[in-house]
């Protein structure tokens, strides 16, 4: 025995399990655990036994690394029945997260205890699978159908309170775990233990609830939760073995389908990310007070951000009634937290507490921090950093939100010009994940660190760029969108175009998408480049929008909007301006459209690895799935390229 150590407290056995980082069910794991059961039960000395877990969590499912290799034995399964036959009755005391295998290994144990902090849940249709031991079999005879379908079809964990209200917990014990669970497990042996969860009934349920459930779970996009909820629902018409083997079936079948390939690369591409190793050991500077210029949409967002990171906030406006306006944008942020339930009206008071507003720069004589997030305009931009040289500390890092220029041209002049960095948020900049980070020649390791730092502090996904017109995300638009036009200038009608899109996973397809966003914002920037005396061609989007057409904020784009209706409709009034430029005569399969686009994607993707702009493939994939809409099941367009 390795992984596991037991200790004897009295006629109670405690069975901690170290596999660090996160207690995965490995394969030693499971041989492990399998091995105890037979040793406590042979011990005459012992009457129960405890499961608990070393470090930051209890068992946080299977191994995801072994997903790729043969199964096995002991199979997951396999464990979790011998733990549920057990002679003596196992406690699983949870603490962190009991996660697919996890949860249904405590779902084998007689009983289950947990911190009120824990969380349980079977996170296993976020990986292209469903759960594979038990867990469509056993969560529905314990919670009940409605609360298991919820569960494992969401993929979404519960807290334990939620946990124990549902069924999933038999206690929340407070102070310490080990001794609550001991305590738990030497009085239940005072009384009749309960049925082995596979022994207990399961609830038939009416066809309208099965169609109802199966409309909520195909809007994921991808099989996984579909499958789940199949399994629930042969759970509750056929008898526990049969339904084993028929959940078993289907979770070997997902595991080796493309979507959970995908979404493993995903998951560990996210996990990667905001540690880069070229970082590891650089100690980021400190960030507990930030300055950030600008109170309009972005600027609003990112102090929102910030504040809820626990920041102290100064917002910079250029007058008393900017910084009104300002203020009131962030509070609006909180005041949608509480609409949600997300935060008390206390907390959204706590948090604006921590936010002050000023005209005056010189309040930002001491902050750690300042993100400039003011009007997408060069001469804007260096006036505000060339007032924050004069201000600010000399070690006060200084970002620019710039998603289209030059940061070295925004920083130039600029004393210390080691501590400017960009930081590329995206839209509402407290809810969209992707933080593009961009370093320019000057900028220090420790300030890219502390990028970093910053973007794993605001939950963010952090990607490094290199310096090029859109970084890595609005270069990649930008090709996307000529692919698009390109189509329709070889016939293909506009709509076949976005259907296609929305077919392979996307919310929208590229010309919905500019309608919602604004042709306009584009246009600017072409326009700006073409000022700038730079070649830009025409496009299609130029056209509309010269004409008055931006989008749906003009009732009209690509497609026509009726009043207070965002359903696009085909536009006569585009095949007019745009004439037999569009004839819409070429019927591609929708299958070669996506091809295509994705195609185009990737060949700008590979481009901008060779440009040493991105610093890797998964990069890449991580700033469209999390800035771009691209589904996740798909894995991002440089996997799904070499995938196919
Ligand atoms: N397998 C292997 N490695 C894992 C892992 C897993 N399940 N979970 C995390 N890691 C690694 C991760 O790659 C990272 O590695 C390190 O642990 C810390 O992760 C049969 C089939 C548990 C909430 O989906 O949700 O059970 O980068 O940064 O923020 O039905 O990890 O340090 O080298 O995320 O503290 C179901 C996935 C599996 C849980 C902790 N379980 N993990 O969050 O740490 S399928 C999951 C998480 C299954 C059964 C089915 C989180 C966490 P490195 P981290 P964290």
Known sequence: MTLLTVRRDGEIAVVTLDNPP??????????ELFEMVGQIDADPGLRAAVLICAGRTFLAGADVREFGKPPVEPHLPDVVDRIEAAEKPWVAAIHGAALGGGFEIAMGCRFRVAVESARVGLPEVTLGVIPGASGTVRTPRLAGVEAAVELVTSGRPLSAAKAQKAGLLDAVVSGDLESGAVAFARKALGAD?????????????????WQGARKTASKAGHQAPLRALDSICFATEH???EAMAHERETFLDLRGSDEAAALRH?????????????LKGIEPRPFKSVGVIGGGTMGAGIAGACREAGMEIILIERDAEAVARGLDNVGKIFDGAVKRGKISEEGRAERMAGVRGSSDYAELAQVDLVIEAVFEEIGVKRAVFAEL????????LLATNTSYLDPRAIAEGLPNPERFIGLHFFSPAHIMKLLEIVPTPDTAPDVLATGFALGRALNKMPVQAGICEGFIGNRILKRYRAEAEGLVLQGVAISEIDAAMRDYG?????????DLGGLDIAFLQREGARAAGREVAETLGDV?????????KTAGGWYDYAEGDRTPQPSAAVSELLGERISGSLDLPRSEIAERLVGAMAAEGQAILDEGIAQAPQDIDLVEVHGYGFPRWKGGPMFAVAAS
């Open 22 to 31: 996160v207690n995965a069910i490995s394969e030693a794991v499971r041989k």
């Open 193 to 209: 233990l309960p049925m082995p969860v596979s022994k207990r009934p399961l609830e038939q349920m009416p066809e309208e609830f």
């Open 239 to 241: 008898g526990f073995s």
């Open 266 to 278: 995903v998951f560990f591409a996210e996990r990667a990310a905001p540690k880069p190793a070229a």
């Open 389 to 396: 040289g004069r201000v600010c500390r000399s070690d006060a």
């Open 506 to 514: 996307f919310r929208m397809g590229p010309f919905e998408a500019q």
């Open 544 to 552: 509309l929008v010269r004409a008055g057409r931006k989008g749906q």
